[in-house]
């Protein structure tokens, strides 16, 4: 095997191609956007989510277990 390759002028082509878009993921159709709000959070879900951000806010160290 090669140790070194030399790319065609085609993969070439679409990298200068692609080195030209800006990063980033896009935006959100406007339909996705507009199902999402409709939806309500459970306030269950929302206390369970902030308890799990606290605590990994607060562990020492790596690999803490509760």
Not at 2 to 26: F, L, M, R, V
Not at 34 to 42: N, Q, T
Not at 52 to 64: D, H, M
Request: aromatic share 2%; hydrophobic share 35%; charged share 30%.
């Amino acid at each position: 095997m090669a140790d070194h390759t030399t790319p065609s002028e085609a993969t070439q082509a679409e990298e200068a191609k692609e080195a030209t878009k800006p990063a980033g993921a896009g935006a959100v159709a406007d339909a996705d956007a507009a199902a999402a709000d409709g939806h309500k959070v459970d306030p269950s879900v929302a206390s369970t989510e902030k308890a799990a951000y606290e605590r990994g806010a607060n562990v020492k160290g790596e690999g803490e277990l509760p």
